[in-house]
């Protein structure tokens, strides 16, 4: 039992003296007598709070008694001294004898005054306003800093209520003067006062309990004839109708020491009233009553109560025992026995006395009580006694607090109460590793504590890797860890398990459970009991499997042992797959833990606890799944703290939306290893009970450890989790390396290549090299997975670096290649000119290599042709020369293209020369001098002549074949290259010309010149169609010099015609811009002699007519009729003139 | 009373479908929901049963990752609302209905009730950035979730979409009522209060 008071006896009065009262201040103790003698004694100072260290030499040298009796005086009252109190604040000592109250003065005790009013009084109280708020005597060291100052005494106000007859006497005090008193009428003679706040009192009269408050003097009653006032539900009326009852024998005592059975509790504002055997409790502040709060039970009737902080005291009505409760818990925390007690003093300075004796209740250090309570196990006493201490009592409280609570929950969870246990240690957001070291490593993935002595395992929580060798271990653990036989010994575990009022028995009675494996069988066989709707039975069995799939892979071997056993144990035909599983699943948890119970024990501090290997499937089940409330709590937490750190959120942001205050210190220095333990071991909760719930876990962001992320989720082929989770972390290597294993397999849902095309897609550019590598596969499998990685349209697809893709599409397909640029320059319109000449090149390959498989005509040839002559239409990118030194020199396939690509650089006649020789079209060659026709670019605006001298002068025969201009085949073999040079070198007009320049026009068809300079017949009909249409686009002069002298003049009849038009046109066009020009001249010398002839000028004298300063250089106007003022005058002038006119007007009128 | 947890990023219109849903309002302003708070609506007829729905709305703090334990616990369906203006809203709802898997562990998760709103509707076409099909094929792989195309500012489908969330809060209700023996059967024997005294 705690001992939180410890009894010093300090007087000891002869045998014909009694005690009547007793009253402490600051450092005195007022004894007054029956004989109506005071007793004054000196507290002894040393002798404060923190004296009563127990430790026994310094009791003795203070000589055994802390108090010195200062004086004696005899007859102090008339009578015996029936009450004393004081007003501290007022130097008032207030004494009650002979139905009269006295006042004193408290310092040299010298009588003030008889209250005279006070006739018949039978018990007053007092209230101080600054006693009402200090609720300790603080530690000596802080005293002096709490002392109130002078200024706030003599604000301070006292009050003195004295009951007498039917009436309250009301005294006030401010300071130390008497500044008020009134009378306030009740209906009845009241028993008993108490006040409940400096100005309000309880007034406990026969039947009826009033609140008076005495600043409003108002009376409102609280109970009436026993019953209370006011809706209370019916348990509490009933204990109220009790407390009502008023003229009991505990409320005589009561009334004798002048104070109801009725205390204030000062740490939650509340007053608790006690009857008999029941209590109440009422708010301080509205004198309603509390139904959130239960009754305290109380075996003995108490006679006296009190309070003095932290604690409720009490004296029985046997009078021989003090009770000391906490007031949260009601927990009876010690009884101290004395002879008969007749007086309690409580508050700061507690002392009881009996009719001789009186004795200081000395409170013993916090420190110690708690450190009493927790070697006792009763962890809930001693967070309850932190909570309610102030922070300079104990040392570091709050991490106190916490260790307590996590104590606490440890216990709670060693009783099996697995969800209280759980919300606790989140309450106080404990460290992860605490909680987890409850479980087996299956769950915190955690070593026991002693393990590494151990000669076994390394890994503990894989059972996979080392399933041999663990199953072995197991069988050899069995004699240890495994069932036993007694039925009695399992009764007697049920009963330790379930009974939760009865504390710990001693350690020797629990070693008789001993062993382990089948502690909690009773409570499985109570829970199957309990969950026998059929619903829950589904829900069971599903769990049960759940665990069996869980245990599968290791269990294999161990499986005839597990019938042995489960047969041993005989259970019902229910509970017999239960237990063998829960058996097998003990055997599974605790395999090379032997020595651990020990250590497990005494870690809990509950020596019923066996450790997790002790409980059944079902339990650790139950174990689990509250962990999730732990876990859950602890991600969410750490998480937060993680993004203040990060300075994602601010602390400001997060005190705007939640209360929860929270430092780091709540958790490891390392959130980020917190955060990996957490996550860890939520996974493989979900792994064990929950496993539809990986999933989400896993997309999240988390921290899980990789490893076992991928032990765990490999084990039970939870593929799609697995690769999920791969994603989540940015691990796309492993994921790939993965689907592209999963691929090769035939059964999975993952075989194939479309899950690995799949996941590429969600890759964008940082992982170029990664969609590459796997994705060379599926596009060799089908070129289509190349279109749905690279060309699908999303985000990821287009932030791939296109020339990077290129290049890998390339080494792979053309097909693809040609499919991915059209991709990119079509669809995504990418102006890059790479991307242009390359997908040209491309088609120009294409139809290369097509034309060796394929007649010229075939659409494997033509439709590359066609494309590529839309791109080089269309594109303005590319650069032609590239194209063009890759074009064949000799292929018909080419030819319109590389007129557009000549077109493209310029080299009209190159492009002619195609039209002409090579596809021989005489009208695309009229249309391409049309479209390119530009009298302003000097490249352009001769074509019309530059086709007129193809057709005309052709180049020799030679150096048409040499472009490949007159062959029928597609391309010879020479190839390209060959013909780079030719392809571009600029018009060589020298080349064919040669004769001309000699001086020597040699028609071709009488040409008698070695091959080299032989020329093509000229095409004169075509000439002449181009004369006809297009003459006037051509210098005629030009165009006759070409013509052979021989042509028929009526064939030029229409090209001289439309010259001739077109020059006309021209002269009259010409005319009709100078005539109009002369008009404009005209206009325009009109406009200026206009202007001109409204100047005025401004010499040095001219002097302005408003204000009559010279003009000089300002700002002028002027007006219509030629005047010049200065701008600044031009108003005052324009309004004199206004009204000029205005009066000429009047005038005219 | 039935539990429905309202989720999905800010600004889709969480409040104004509850509100709207509630007392028929609907504002223009923004403000920004602080405190998990919740609304309740009495008498909601579901088939002939009349229940009481809380309406537990998140605010800005979903960011903060502090809505508690309180928040999440005893939840009979959530209801995951985006903007249908707004992809990136949409594109969330995967990862808020995985953060309410993970708080509120439900035991079944496949049958745990959720409902996809798809708000703000009644804006013009040419803002639309989530087509319906887009949004009923992820309903569907995610297990044939209900949904609804809502506008809150002119009440298009918000009674009907809370109708089927108070049907499907109520299944889910009974079955946790069915299995909730089995939860805690320890727990049922062992927290009688163990107040009168020790000694
Ligand atoms: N046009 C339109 N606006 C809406 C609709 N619902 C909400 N809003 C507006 O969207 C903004 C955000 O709404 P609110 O309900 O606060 O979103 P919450 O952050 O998800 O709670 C507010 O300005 C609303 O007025 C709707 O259906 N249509
Ligand atoms: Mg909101």
Redesign the pocket.
């Known amino acids: 039992m705690l001992r939180a008071f410890t009894p010093v006896p300090v007087v000891d009065l002869s045998s014909k003296e009694r005690i009547q009262s007793i009253y402490s201040s600051d450092d005195k103790l007022f004894v007054g007598l029956a004989s109506g003698t005071l007793k004054v004694y000196q507290i002894d100072d040393s002798l404060s709070l923190s004296e009563p260290d127990t430790s026994s030499p310094k009791k003795e040298s203070t000589g055994g008694s802390p108090v010195k009796l200062i004086t004696s005086i005899e007859k102090f009252t008339k009578g015996s001294v029936d009450q004393l109190s004081g007003l501290e604040d007022a130097r008032v000592l207030v004494a009650l004898s002979n139905g009269y109250v006295y006042l004193y003065d408290l310092d040299t005790l010298a009588l003030q005054e008889r209250l005279h009013r006070t006739k018949g009084a039978v018990v007053f109280a007092t209230s101080s306003e600054l006693k009402f708020h200090s609720l300790f005597n603080y530690p000596p060291s802080t005293a002096n800093d709490r002392r109130p100052s002078t200024a706030d005494i003599q604000r301070s106000v006292s009050r003195l209520v004295v009951a007498a007859k039917k009436k309250l006497h009301c005294y006030e005090w401010q300071g130390a003067e008497l500044i008020g008193s009134r009378e306030i009428s009740v209906s009845e003679r009241p028993r008993s006062l108490t006040f409940i706040k400096p100005d309000k009192i309880l007034c406990g009269l026969v039947v009826e309990y009033f609140l008076v408050d005495i600043p409003a003097s108002t009376v409102s009653p609280i109970f009436a004839a026993g019953r209370p006032i006011g809706a209370i539900d019916n348990v509490l009326a009933g204990v109220a109708a009790n407390i009502g009852n008023i003229a009991s024998s505990a409320s005589a005592s009561a009334r004798r020491q002048g104070c109801a059975l009725a205390t204030r509790l000062p740490e939650d504002e509340s007053v608790v009233l006690v009857n008999e055997f029941s209590s109440a409790f009422l708010s301080a502040d509205t004198g309603t009553f509390l139904k959130t709060k239960r009754p305290i039970k109380f075996r003995d009737v108490p006679a006296m109560l009190g309070y003095s902080y932290p604690f409720v005291i009490s004296v029985t009505a046997s009078s021989k025992r003090l009770e000391v409760r906490n007031p949260k818990t009601y927990t009876l925390l010690q009884q101290i026995s004395f002879p008969t007690l007749q007086h309690l003093n409580d508050g700061k300075l507690p002392f009881v006395a009996s009719s001789r004796q009186v004795w200081k209740l000395s409170l013993r250090p916090f420190e110690a009580q708690l450190d009493f309570l927790i070697e006792q196990n009763q962890l809930d006493e001693a967070v309850s006694l932190i909570e309610q201490l102030d922070d300079v009592f104990i040392e570091d409280r709050i991490n106190k607090l916490k260790d307590l609570k996590m104590r606490k929950a440890e216990l709670l969870f060693g009783k099996y109460k697995f969800s209280q246990s759980m919300t606790l240690f989140s309450e106080v957001s404990a460290p992860p590793e605490r909680v987890l070291a409850l479980y087996p490593p299956a769950i915190s993935g955690m070593e026991y504590p002693n393990h590494k002595d151990g000669p076994t395992e390394e890994e503990p929580e894989g059972p996979e890797p080392k399933g041999e060798e663990t199953t072995e271990q197991k069988k050899e653990e069995q004699p240890i860890t495994g069932p036993a036989e007694g039925e009695s010994s399992e009764k007697a575990n049920g009963e330790i398990a379930t009974d939760t009022n009865v504390l710990p028995p001693p350690v020797a009675d629990m070693n008789a459970t001993l062993p382990q494996a089948q502690g909690s069988i009773p409570i499985a066989a109570d829970a199957i009991s309990i969950a026998d709707s059929t619903n829950a039975e589904a829900q069971r069995k599903r769990d049960l499997e759940i665990f069996d799939r869980f245990l599968r892979p290791t269990k294999s071997n161990s499986s005839s042992s597990k019938v042995d056993n489960s047969n041993a144990i005989g259970k019902g035909s229910r509970g017999a797959d239960t237990s063998s599983l829960s058996d097998s699943l003990a055997n599974f948890l605790s395999f090379g833990k032997a020595s651990t119970t020990k250590t497990m024990r005494s870690g809990l501090g509950d020596p019923d606890f066996l450790g997790p290997e002790s409980m059944d499937a079902r339990t650790l089940a139950k174990a689990v799944r509250c962990l999730l409330i732990y876990l859950i709590d602890a991600r969410r937490k750490i998480s937060r703290l993680a993004s203040v750190q990060s300075g994602t959120i601010t602390k400001a942001d997060l005190d705007l939306v939640s209360k929860e205050s929270m430092t780091a210190t709540a958790f490891g220095a390392d959130l980020e290893r917190e955060a990996c333990v957490v996550d860890t071991a939520l996974l493989r909760c979900y792994m064990l009970i929950n496993p539809q719930l990986v999933g989400p876990l896993v997309r999240l962001a988390n921290h899980c450890d990789k490893k076992v992320v991928r032990e765990q989720l490999m084990m039970y082929g939870k593929w799609s989790e697995l690769i999920d989770f791969y994603y989540a972390k940015k691990l796309h290597g492993d994921a790939l390396g993965l689907l592209k294993q999963l691929s090769e397999s035939k059964k999975t849902a993952f075989s194939g290549p479309e899950p690995t095309v799949q996941y590429l897609q969600k890759l964008g550019n940082e992982n170029i090299d990664l969609v590459f590598e796997y994705a060379k596969e599926p596009i060799k499998i089908n070129e289509q997975f190349g279109i749905d990685i690279f060309m699908a349209n999303t985000p990821e697809a287009e932030s791939l670096s296109r020339p990077r893709v290129e290049k890998f599409v390339l080494s792979i397909s053309r097909s693809l290649t040609i499919k991915y640029l059209e991709y990119v320059v079509f669809e995504l319109g990418d102006l890059s000119p790479e991307f242009h000449n390359d997908l040209a090149l491309a088609y120009l390959e294409d139809v290369k290599s097509n034309a060796q498989l394929y007649s010229l005509d075939d659409e494997m040839v033509q439709q590359p042709v066609r494309k590529l002559l839309k791109l080089l239409r269309e594109s303005k990118q590319y650069k032609p020369e590239k194209i063009l030194r890759a074009m064949p020199r000799d292929s018909t396939l080419f030819m319109e293209s590389k007129a557009i690509l000549f077109s493209r650089i310029g080299e009209h006649r190159r492009a002619l020369e195609i039209f002409v020789f090579s596809i021989k079209d005489y009208g695309k060659a009229q249309d391409y001098c049309m479209s390119v026709y530009d009298t302003d670019a000097p490249n352009s605006k001769t074509v019309f002549y530059t086709l007129l001298e193809l057709y005309l002068r052709p180049p020799p025969t030679k150096y048409i074949a040499a472009h490949g201009y007159n062959k029928a085949s597609a391309f010879s073999r020479r190839g390209s290259d060959a013909s780079l040079d030719t392809g571009l070198s600029p018009p060589s007009s020298a080349e064919y010309l040669r004769p001309q320049q000699n001086g020597f026009y040699k028609s071709p068809s009488t040409s008698s010149m070695n091959d080299a300079y032989e020329h093509p017949p000229m095409n004169l009909e075509a000439a002449l169609d181009l004369l006809s249409n297009h003459g006037s686009r051509l210098s005629a002069i030009d165009a006759l010099e070409l013509l052979p002298s021989d042509t028929n003049m009526t064939s030029l009849g229409q090209f001289f015609e439309s010259h001739l038009r077109e020059t006309n046109t021209t002269i009259s066009r010409d005319r009709i811009s100078a005539a109009l020009l002369k008009t404009e001249l005209v206009r325009t010398q009109q406009t200026l002699l206009k202007l001109r002839s409204k100047n005025v000028s401004i010499s040095d004298t001219k002097t302005c007519p408003v204000c009559l300063k010279r003009l000089g250089s300002s700002v002028i106007s002027v007006f219509p009729d030629r005047t010049v003022v200065h701008y600044g005058c031009a108003k005052s002038y324009k309004e004199t003139v206004d009204s000029k006119n205005q009066v000429r007007h009047n005038v005219d009128e | 009373m039935l539990k429905v947890i309202?989720l999905?990023?800010?600004?889709?219109?969480?409040?104004?479908?509850?509100?709207?849903y509630v007392s028929k309002k609907?504002?223009?302003?923004?403000?920004?929901?602080i405190g998990a708070d919740f609304l309740t609506k009495q008498d909601v007829r579901v088939d002939d049963r009349n229940v009481t729905m809380q309406l537990w709305?998140?605010?800005?703090q979903e960011r903060f990752q502090s809505l508690g334990v309180a928040f999440y616990r005893g939840a009979d369906c959530c209801v995951l609302?985006y903007?249908v203006n707004n992809a990136k809203s949409f594109e969330a709802l995967d990862s808020w209905r995985d953060e309410f898997l993970i708080q509120a562990s439900p035991r079944d998760p496949e049958s745990f009730p959720f409902v996809v709103l798809g708000?703000?509707?009644?804006?013009e076409e040419s803002k639309r950035a989530v087509s319906q099909k887009r949004a009923l094929a992820f309903c569907q792989a995610k297990g044939n979730i209900p949904y609804f195309e809502?506008?809150?500012?002119?009440a298009?489908n918000v009674d009907q979409a809370f109708e089927v969330i108070a049907r499907n809060a109520l299944v889910q209700e009974e079955s946790e009522e069915y299995s909730s023996d089995f939860s805690d059967p320890i727990n049922i024997h062992l927290d009688n209060d163990r107040g009168g005294c020790c000694s």
Not at chain 2, 10 to 18: E, F, P, Q
Not at chain 2, 57 to 60: C, L, N, Q, R, S
Not at chain 2, 119 to 123: E, G
């Open positions: 309202i999905g990023d800010s600004g889709v219109g969480k409040t104004s479908l509850m509100q709207q609907f504002s223009n302003q923004y403000k920004a929901t709305d998140t605010a800005g609302v903007d708000n703000k509707i009644d804006v809502t506008s809150a500012k002119e298009i």
